[in-house]
Each structure stands twice: as C-alpha cells, then as structure tokens.
C-alpha cells in the first residue's frame, strides 16, 4: 500500500506565498519522479511542476520563476513552494509519484487526495 498525504493549500490573497507538501508512505522500493498537478474551475489538468529521480525539474512556463519543486528523499517527501501567487493559481493541486514497490517493478503512478489553494484579487 502507497499513501501520499497533501498538506499546505489554502486561502491568500495575491501576491502572496504558501509552500505545499506530500509525504509517501507504505511500500516504495525507488521513486522516478514527482509531480505536481493542478486543476482550475473549467480547466483541464494540468503539469504544474516536476523533478526526476536525478534532480532535474520542469515547470509549466505560467510558474517559471515563481514556484519551485524539491524533494527530500530522507523523508519522501515533495514540496511546491508558490511565491507572487496570483488569481489564476487558484485550483486543486495534486501530488503524484511515480515509483515501484518492488525490485521487479513496474513502474505505478499514485495520487495525493488534492488540497485546495485560493488565491483572492
């Protein structure tokens, strides 16, 4: 069993800052990546950020320069730090891990429950 736990959404106003975390726990033999998702009222889902199993990220071009993704392997734990958030950062974002539980693998996608963030004008 795989759990990913979200924690850190919530309501602010523009300009403003919160770091969003999800923790991994259960049966994880390696971790490949980890990502974060967002969905918006109407709006498809969406990439918002990512980071490979070797350090390299990726970000959406509408949060380049305002969010970062790291991961703390010790804990198995990805954060998204969103700074200079505006009105349409407002969605429901996601966690997801790609990882497998065995040597053997394969390879599995999980997701985080979503935590809602809000940003006012």
């Known amino acids: 069993q795989v759990q990913l736990v979200e924690s850190g959404g919530g309501l602010v106003q523009a300009g403003g800052s919160l770091r969003l975390s999800c923790a991994a726990s259960?049966?994880?033999?390696?971790?490949?990546?980890m990502a974060w998702y967002r969905q918006g009222p109407g709006n498809q889902r969406e990439l918002v950020a990512g980071?490979?199993?070797?350090?390299?990220?990726n970000y959406a071009d509408s949060v380049k320069g305002r969010f970062t993704i790291s991961r703390d392997n010790a804990k198995n734990t990805v954060y998204l730090r969103m700074n200079r958030l505006k009105p349409e950062d407002t969605a429901v974002y996601y966690c997801?891990?790609?990882?497998?539980?065995?040597?053997?693998?394969?390879?599995?996608?999980?997701w985080g429950q979503g935590t809602q963030v809000t940003v006012s004008s």
């Open positions: 997801k891990l790609v990882a497998r539980s065995s040597y053997l693998g394969p390879d599995a996608d999980y």
């Open positions: 259960g049966s994880i033999f390696s971790i490949n990546a």
């Open positions: 980071i490979s199993g070797g350090g390299y990220t």
